[in-house]
Nanobody, 119 residues
Framework: QVQLVESGGGLVQAGGSLRLSCAVS????????MGWFRQAPGKDREFVAG????????NGADSVKGRFTISRDNAKNAVYLQMNSLKPEDTAVYYC????????????WGQGTQVTVSS
């Protein structure tokens, strides 16, 4: 059974940094892609960044490009989201998700971690 557990959220001032971690277990993730999503109060969940497990290729939303970096550590079975230059509008619950690269949706999700950026 695939399990994703996020950590690293918290309260930070605008301009600060946080590093989110996602511990993944339950299978090998070769052939999978990993994604970070977020959902702010009253808003739809949105894609933040993604990475392909095998190749390490990444993509990200325009709103976070140049500020957020997604990475993965094969040996530790973990995915990270380094968030710099945080803004109040980055405040949200951040979720880690996993999907086979051949699928159009993400069937596996973590429980989420709260990120709050104060102005």
């Amino acid at each position: 059974q695939v399990q994703l557990v996020e950590s690293g959220g918290g309260l930070v001032q605008a301009g600060g940094s946080l590093r989110l971690s996602c511990a993944v277990s339950g299978r090998t993730f070769s052939g999978y892609r990993m994604g970070w999503f977020r959902q702010a109060p009253g808003k739809d969940r949105e894609f933040v960044a993604g990475i392909t497990w095998n190749t390490g290729s990444t993509n990200g939303a325009d709103s976070v490009k140049g500020r957020f970096t997604i990475s993965r550590d094969n040996a530790k079975n973990a995915v990270y989201l380094q968030m710099n230059s945080l803004k109040p509008e980055d405040t949200a619950v951040y979720y880690c998700a996993a999907s086979r690269v051949t699928m159009s949706n993400y069937p596996y999700w973590g429980q989420g971690t709260q990120v709050t950026v104060s102005s």
